[in-house]
């Protein structure tokens, strides 16, 4: 199986776990059969192999998220990365381009396309294979997972198809309704549309020449920035004819928010946190270093990261976006192909910063016009170069840099360490990168 | 006037604003004129000298407070400091012995005794005057405040006077009742017992001695340790005849549960923090650089610092005490008497602390046995000395010292630093202080 996982997000909407680096999809919350915690990609990915040890799985992503791909799921699975965001229809034409020019596969194979974030057990990724094979038949064009309602939602478009069968051709599809008139979906056989299809490549690929002037994956990834934002569903699905749609029953969970998410959560406390007996229905998941305790409430989500602290009755936190964006901060953490960083204090003209570095790895090779830095050595054994100039270094050891100079560290063992900033405009966009030379390896 | 404050606590209640270093009286919470945020001592010590610009204040404390109130009130408070805790008739015996042997008072003086934390008005200290005049009297060996009651409290211990007058002499004690049996004492016309009195010094100076045998002050520091703890209520006021009660009826609160403390705050909100429109009768203290919001909640009260977050319906907070004590962590920030510190980081071997010095102050010169360190100036300017070896610095410049190495720092414009502490048992206790020789100076 092929499949291609759609990875978007802002996420505003799980703050202060989630931020413009981070997604939903990739916070830790869900625990795996050794009693760690796995993120929704990580729990994504494991379910895919575990249906289909030999599936391709390409993530289509943005750039943001590159990094916290890797860390989370490795070095090896296949990244489409999007320039910038155009919507899902340029992402799935740019899969498209990607699985062809780049990965080789042959255009009469069947591609499954399917957002990253649903919360579902292997059944789910049982029906993705029976996607793909009726793809494969050629009946259709385009072959849609329907999700059959568990209650007259207001956030889904809805599918109606012909038949009650579990293949069906598509009669038509339906914006999301009231309450009311999704009731009256329902009650004619309407399906959910979970935004997973399948297909044969060359029919996307068709669809992206009709729509978009490009030779190969090169050309289009380089003009990507130039397209029209436009979904998938509304460029192809809804004008498609030649289209079915299969019913699946199984669980089927959209956590976008922090009422839905905890729903899900194994455990009502995640990370250093107390309960005590007058709370109920309350969840905690802390990712900072102290102790959150709760006392005598009800049906609230307690949320704490190095970007700050949510209290929210579960109903209202549906409501945050707008005022997260009220709230103008800093990204305070982040995850990187390398390791991790977090922000620890932040000063007018300083910033310090505690980094992470996984065992082999190490940043980039860089420099900074308007800063200073400082590293200190907590733990762990690595090299740094600094303006060409290797040293081993340890706990304990100090590295000071002007503005300027070019360095990085490799980390032989896990490497922490202590970053000082020291600067006027201190800024994440103030950074040269540089090639390594040979010599300097 | 001559007035000793009890500043006592070990502000468990308060978490996690309050910890061993910093009871709750030094929490800034009470608003200024100017629009900053004062704590309840500072707040006490300015009314103090609002209604009396001569009185002479001591604070009766332990070495644990000792720097907290340096930091707050300046260095020219008297501070009579108790080697250990035991209870309040040492503690007043001290203070009595220090007023007569280091400030040379005359034994023929008054003396007024009121706990650092009672939440009042300009009225109470003008009400403390009267006492003072009135043990100036002779008529009683001692005047007590008798709080007018406002509800049948289970807190407090009641005076039974022998008439409604203004003064009267006392009839009878009575330790802390039940509700029923407080709306009882109410009604035979009961004060509450806030803790407040007044004396000719030699009256607790000839107690001290009937009680504890030594010759003064510093004989009687020199054995504090060997005492026995006894309240100075069941030792002296309980057991005298001649002794008076004053009324006060202005306002009078005892903060000592996030519940009470809540309720005199000015605002609802101090420090970075949200509240949406369907919250109710929250609070939030927030002492950490990172924004709470709050949604949908109702008389909670949510309080952060970098020892952690409570989140508590405001009534259970009361029940706050035996959550805390199974919370063991370090001290996570403190105020010096030079400026404060902060932990930021804690790992298996290291610890990370930003540490403010105010301008002109010096830590003292000290070593460390099992940890080396590093400093990495963040701002300001000052003087470092280690092994007798000055350097000027300011921003950017680094100190690395290893474990046995003498060191200090002086600042001479307010300072900021990172230090990391390196080594396998980081403690508070691995401190060896030393005198700076002049040269060194």
């Keep these: 199986m092929n499949i291609v996982l759609l990875s978007g997000g802002s996420g505003k909407r799980l703050w202060p776990l989630s931020n413009e680096i981070r997604s939903k999809q990739f916070i830790r919350l869900f625990k795996t059969d050794h ?45 489409c990365m999007e320039p910038c965001r155009r919507d899902t229809f340029p992402a799935v034409a740019l899969a498209a381009a990607y699985l062809t020019d780049v990965q080789g596969i042959d255009p009469q194979e069947t591609v499954v396309v399917c957002p990253v974030d649903p919360y579902v057990e292997d059944d789910y990724f ?37 038949s009650a069968e579990q293949i069906s051709f598509v009669d038509t599809f339906k914006e999301k309704p009231s309450a009311d008139v999704a009731k009256e979906y329902i009650s004619k056989g309407a399906l959910w549309n979970g935004g997973v299809f399948a297909f044969k490549l060359q029919y996307v690929l068709d669809k992206a020449h009709e729509l978009i002037d490009f030779t190969d994956y090169h050309d289009l990834y380089e003009k990507y920035e130039t397209l029209t934002g436009i979904s998938f569903d509304y460029a192809v699905v809804e004008k498609e004819k030649k289209i079915q749609v299969m019913r699946f029953g199984g669980q089927w969970k959209d956590l976008g928010t922090w009422n839905t998410l905890t729903e899900a959560m194994p455990d009502a406390v995640i990370g250093k946190g107390i309960l005590n007996d007058n709370c109920e229905g309350v969840n905690i998941i802390n990712e900072m270093d102290v102790p959150v ?5 009800h049906d609230v989500v307690i949320s704490a990261s190095p970007a700050g602290i949510l209290v929210s009755d579960k109903e209202q936190s549906s409501y945050i976006k707008p005022y997260v964006d009220s709230i103008v901060q800093q990204v305070m953490f982040a995850e990187k192909s390398w390791g991790s960083y977090q922000v620890i204090d932040v000063e007018d003209s300083s910033m310090t910063i505690k980094v992470t570095l996984n065992a082999g790895h190490s940043m980039n090779y860089h420099s900074h016009k308007n800063r200073d830095e400082v590293w200190v050595v907590l733990s762990g054994t690595g090299k740094t170069i600094v303006d060409g100039r290797e040293k081993c270094v340890q706990s304990g050891d100090v590295v000071t840099m002007r503005a300027g100079c070019r360095h990085t560290v490799i980390a032989d063992t896990e490497l922490k360490m202590i970053e000082v900033q020291l600067g006027e405009a201190i800024s994440v966009e103030d950074k040269q990168k540089y090639e390594l030379r040979v010599e300097e390896k």
Aim: cysteine-free; hydrophobic content about 40%; proline content about 3%.
């Design 35 to 79: 009693d760690a915690y796995e993120s929704m990609v990580q729990r994504v990915y494991r379910q895919i192999k575990t249906v289909d040890s030999q599936a391709t799985v390409t993530i289509a992503t943005s750039k943001a998220q590159v990094s916290a791909i890797h860390n989370q799921l490795g070095e090896k699975v296949g990244i």
């Design 293 to 297: 305790l709760a006392m005598g409430l």
């Design 126 to 162: 049982e029906m993705l294979k029976s996607l793909s094979d009726q793809a494969g038949k050629g009946e259709a064009n385009l072959v849609l997972m329907g999700i059959e309602p568990t209650y007259p939602s207001e956030k889904y478009g809805y599918i109606i198809p012909k």
